[in-house]
């Protein structure tokens, strides 16, 4: 056998027989699907399933499997199983690749995985039991079709994606609209179905400027960059509109929070990373499945941007050869998936128990650039019972208006203020971004930004008017932390609405390889204040009165080396990744009207703004 894992363990040989399927559901629309079989074993098998938008014998990045190795296609990750003793199962969603109906991103996937598996479950070459798999959009669809309680699911493996609230991770964030979903909707819109048959639809997509659409948000149906795609710029636009917590993010293929109940109990694997917009929902899957369900759930958070756990890098920093997963948690990724499902179906022989979490702790490296120009930050894995680990201790640090961050809240009464034009929002540098190009990227960066379009002088975003910054005191030893980040924000505001952004740096100080330092970002929050209380029922604010408004960062985990600084950064946008709030109290997905707002932080004993950090004992 010749799979292309770059991995050299003998497979045994195995002859493999494709099929295609065409499902008919209940609604008559017919559903694509391959069926890998032995054509040698006559006897039924457990089969793992992966449902996919991205079509079922397309080659993925987010499937390589060893380092440096090349990506191995559908029929070789299924030859793998099928030599493990599985049937591979392997369908495009509805209105994808070759499956019939239309695609509305998200929505059609519990209905129709819970029919799929229904049918699988009735094939002879099925035992009854059926593992489901896969990466982002393919987790997705696991939490929508476990909602419903499917019959004969005995096992869910989630990396990177499995919405826990689709509201609160992945399509919104603090109330806040992430505009990858309009990145995401116009790459696929060119590699939709209609545009395959239709080459004016095509040609025309190939000349839409996506950047210049960004500059005149929002968009409205006929005149978006997807208006030669009517079915996409529908539900783009349906989604982005509906600002409010609601019936709509209550349907239960973006809603895991309220079916839990309803799930399976059957043992999961969550996977997530640091430069992943869906840690959260891996992270809430993880708790609450682990809480509530008799079967085994894990966890496990590596270093990388979204589905490269083959990489050790994230942007612009590397983390050493520990960084990789390969070589590190397993001899490659399909090893370590079949092991896991092996266990999961009672197969597996000694093998050694598993933490309940895994991490990689980023940090202890030299800071010094590589070859390729990243900072060297280096890191390790780490294992634990829970999340946050049983270790940490939540730790407040108290923010000062001379740009401080001490363990004492500021003893007078003093604020600052910083002015934020909608029509200059903060850009994007990096971060839990996927699905953003061209115009973003996932990862960590130095936060440095061209000044404007007629200047491209990168300038740290600490310099801009619209950023207040606050730093420790240089740390005289090593500081780490592990879990989530929040911060308490005392805000008053000239405007009825605004949105309050954070993000969490460790700042290098100035070396040789970077004479002017490195300002890590580690993670980033936002909250559209009108949501301060409520996601449900929104509340504007009284101009001049001062509100408490929470701000969350997903997880993350660290060390602040000595001589190093923690940063935290305070802004009110963080464009494009999240839509521009307009200032005005009406809706960002419609209002064209923006206005200046002066944002006040504000700092005293009855005011104590603050952040707020997971921070582990020294070893």
């Not at 003998?10 to 629309?29: N, W």
């Not at 890998?36 to 499997?65: C, F």
């Not at 201790?393 to 208006?401: E, Q």
């Not at 660290?558 to 709030?581: C, E, K, Q, T, Y």
Request: net charge negative; proline share 7%.
């Amino acid at each position: 056998m010749s799979i292309r894992t770059g991995d050299m363990t003998p497979i045994p040989e195995v002859a493999v027989e494709i099929q295609e399927y065409m499902v008919t559901l209940s609604d008559g629309v017919q559903l694509a699907t391959d069926v890998y079989r032995n054509s040698q074993h006559e006897g039924p098998l457990p089969v793992i399933l992966e449902r996919t938008p991205y079509g079922k014998r397309a080659i993925r990045d987010s499937d390589q499997s060893v380092r440096h190795s090349a990506v191995p296609m559908p029929e070789e990750i299924a030859e793998f199983f099928i030599s493990r003793g599985y049937v591979v199962v392997r369908q495009d969603c509805r209105g994808r690749g070759r499956s019939g109906g239309e695609f509305v991103k998200y929505f059609n996937e519990g209905r129709d995985g819970f029919e799929t598996i229904a049918w699988i479950r009735d094939q002879p070459w099925c035992d009854g039991r059926v593992l489901m798999n896969g990466v982002s959009y393919s987790a997705h669809a696991q939490t929508a079709v476990a909602a419903l309680s499917p019959e004969s699911l005995a096992g869910m493996f989630m990396d990177s994606g499995g919405f826990s609230s689709a509201y609160e991770v992945g399509m919104r964030m603090g109330g806040a609209f992430e505009l990858k979903q309009a990145t995401w909707a116009f790459r696929h819109a060119a590699r939709s179905p209609e545009a395959a048959s239709s080459p004016e639809i095509a040609a025309g997509l190939a000349k839409v400027d996506l950047a210049e659409w960004f500059e005149r948000t929002p968009w409205t149906p006929g005149k978006s960059p997807l208006s030669l795609a009517p079915s996409y710029e529908s539900y783009l636009l349906d989604q982005w509109s509906r600002e409010s917590f609601g019936e709509y993010w209550s349907h239960p293929a973006i809603y895991a929070r309220g079916y839990y109940d309803r799930f399976p109990d059957v043992p999961s694997f969550h996977i997530s990373s640091w430069y992943d917009p869906y840690i959260s929902s891996a992270i809430e899957n993880f708790q609450k499945l682990s809480s509530m369900k008799s079967s085994p759930a894990y966890l496990l958070l590596g270093p990388w941007t979204h589905g490269k756990r083959c990489q050790n890098y994230a942007g612009d920093v590397d983390f050493g050869t520990g960084g990789y997963f390969d070589g590190n948690l397993a001899p490659s990724y399909l090893h370590f998936r079949a092991d896991w499902m092996d266990e999961v179906l009672g197969r597996a022989r000694n093998a050694t128990p598993r933490h309940k979490v895994t991490y990689f702790m980023m940090g202890g490296g030299p800071g010094t650039a590589t070859d390729e120009g990243r900072l060297l930050h280096g890191g390790q894995w780490k294992h634990a019972t829970t999340w946050p680990p049983e270790t940490s201790a939540k730790t407040t640090m108290y923010l000062h208006p001379d740009g401080g961050m001490r363990a004492d809240p500021f003893s007078g009464q003093a604020h600052s203020t910083l002015i934020f034009d909608p029509h200059d929002p903060a850009p994007t540098v990096g971060g839990q971004v996927t699905s953003g190009e061209p115009l973003m990227r996932g990862g960590a960066y130095d936060q440095v930004a061209p000044s404007g379009a007629l200047d491209s002088v990168p300038v740290s975003l600490a310099d801009r008017a619209d950023v207040l910054v606050f730093r420790s005191a240089v740390l005289d030893t090593a500081v780490s932390i592990a879990g989530d980040v929040t911060a308490e924000i005392y805000l008053s505001s000239s405007a009825p609405d605004t949105d309050l952004t954070i993000k969490l740096i460790d700042e290098y100080p100035p070396s040789a390889d970077y004479p002017n330092g490195f300002a890590m970002n580690l993670t980033e929050g936002i909250m559209r204040v009108r949501y301060r209380d409520s996601y449900k029922d929104p509340e504007l604010m009284q101009q001049g009165q001062v509100y408490r408004v929470t701000v969350a960062a997903p997880s993350t985990a660290n060390l602040f080396a000595a001589g190093h600084r923690i940063r935290l950064d305070v802004s009110s946008s963080n464009f494009p990744r999240f839509d521009i709030n307009p200032n005005t109290g009406g809706s960002a997905a419609r209002d064209n009207q923006k206005l200046i707002a002066e944002n006040t932080v504000h700092f005293s004993t009855e005011h104590p703004t603050s952040l707020s950090l997971h921070i582990l004992p020294n070893a």
